[in-house]
């Protein structure tokens, strides 16, 4: 096991409760860290949870990229991942610093990366058998 099979989304999770340890977790989807003006006069804050989301998108991008290695080590992140959902599901379930919406976005990007591994993982499987037989 190398560090490369630690699902991604394992450093937004530490990120996250760290930010509910010193108590700014809350304010993640309220306070916006910059506004984005646009054309038609309309001004879209841009907050810190939607930051995370955005940064949870792209690592689920490269988590599904991973995924199309089907080799043991991969089985290996699969389960890793699901671990780590259900690390997600029971924290937002059981704690109070985890009820909010930034939480629960990551908490659905964790089980699409899960999803999505398996998926593909069993698909690049089945592209390489020989059916020839």
Same mark, same amino acid.
């Given at each position: ?28 989807? =309220?306070?916006? /860290? ?8 309309? %001004?879209?804050?841009? =907050?810190?949870?939607?930051? +995370?989301?955005? @940064?949870?998108? @792209?690592?689920?991008? @490269? !988590? @599904?990229? %991973?995924?199309?290695?089907? =080799?043991? !080590?991969?089985?290996?992140?699969? =389960?890793?991942?699901?671990? /780590? ?5 029971? !924290? ?12 629960? +976005?990551? &908490? ?6 899960? &999803? ?8 690049? %499987?089945?592209?390489?058998?020989? /059916?020839?037989?």
């Amino acid at each position: 096991m190398n560090l490369r099979d630690v699902p991604m989304m394992a450093v937004l999770f530490i990120i996250y409760n760290l930010l509910a340890l010193i108590g700014v977790a809350g304010s993640l989807d =309220t306070s916006p /860290l910059f506004t984005i003006s646009m054309m038609s006069g309309a %001004k879209v804050p841009f =907050t810190g949870g939607a930051l +995370m989301v955005t @940064i949870g998108l @792209i690592l689920l991008y @490269i !988590e @599904i990229l %991973k995924s199309t290695r089907a =080799t043991q !080590e991969q089985m290996l992140e699969q =389960t890793f991942s699901m671990g /780590l959902f259900v690390v997600f599901l029971v !924290e937002f379930l059981l704690v109070q610093a985890a009820g909010t919406t930034t939480f629960l +976005m990551l &908490m659905i990007i964790q089980l699409l990366d899960v &999803m999505a591994g398996f998926t593909v993982t069993v698909a690049s %499987k089945r592209a390489g058998l020989d /059916l020839s037989r």
